[in-house]
């Protein structure tokens, strides 16, 4: 199957600093990426979408100045959150879509812990 | 707009035994459905999916899942686990060909010696 990377695995910051967390398709396009967030024992939760070239867009009750998304390449979209606080601590999963594919599946990176402090 | 309810949050089973974990979904369009399992702080890693024809999938690791159409479910089994079969499952759906998921509550399912 195809591969996403997402970097870094575990990022543990300041409060009020902000945070890059990086989504790579490693073997496929994707003009489309997906940003999840997940609580503890809890299941994700659909963030924003992210398109290639152009705004994403954000789900009811996501602050887009605060979780800035940027999708500049079909094989990159990055995930800022910034000036963070410790409510923003959490589980940050991406996905992609494989341009090519014959369906709808799309591939998961293997998420950030985002621990803020 | 589209739901999935996993009924239960947790299920402890005996290693070897059958197990069920159930989906139910919500959608007024013609939806595609997943189960997914993640290990402790890892990624999510597709089982199987229902696109269309059978109804019935089945996954490389013994796991099946049926959909069925006028209950709305697409119930996860698998005849006998095993200790590594302990993980967080996730049923999921998507309206058409998008690649947007929504993700059912999760099933914690822990697989005892």
């Known amino acids: 199957g195809a591969v996403v990377s997402q970097h870094p695995s575990r990022v543990i910051c300041k409060s009020g600093t902000s945070v890059k967390i990086e989504c790579r398709s490693l073997d496929f396009q994707a003009t489309t990426m997906f940003w999840y967030r997940q609580f503890p024992k809890q299941s994700l939760m659909l963030m924003a979408t992210?398109?290639?070239?152009?705004?994403?867009?954000?789900e009811q009750g996501v602050e887009k100045d605060k979780f800035l998304i940027n999708h500049a390449s079909l094989t990159l979209s990055t995930l800022t959150v910034t000036s963070a606080h410790p409510e923003d601590s959490s589980f940050y999963i991406c996905?992609?879509?494989?341009?090519?594919?014959?369906?709808?599946?799309?591939?998961f990176g293997q998420g950030t812990r985002l621990t803020v402090v | 707009a589209q739901s999935v309810t996993q009924l239960d949050s947790q299920v402890p089973v005996f290693e070897e035994a059958p197990v069920e974990l159930r989906c139910n979904y919500s959608?007024?369009?013609?939806?595609?459905l997943f189960w997914y399992v993640q290990y402790p702080n890892q990624g999510l890693q597709l089982l199987l999916k229902?696109?269309?024809?059978?109804?019935l999938v089945k996954s490389i690791n013994g796991f099946e899942a049926e959909f069925n159409k006028s209950q709305t479910s697409f119930h996860l089994r698998k005849p006998s686990v095993h200790i590594s079969d302990t993980a967080e499952y996730f049923c999921?759906?998507?309206?058409?060909?998008?690649?947007?998921?929504?993700f059912g509550q999760g099933t914690t399912l822990q697989v005892k010696p």
């Open positions: 996905s992609a879509r494989d341009l090519g594919g014959q369906n709808t599946e799309a591939f």
């Open positions: 959608s007024s369009v013609s939806v595609y």
């Open positions: 992210s398109n290639e070239g152009s705004k994403a867009t954000y």
């Open positions: 999921a759906v998507s309206e058409g060909n998008t690649g947007k998921l929504i």
């Open positions: 229902y696109l269309s024809g059978s109804t």
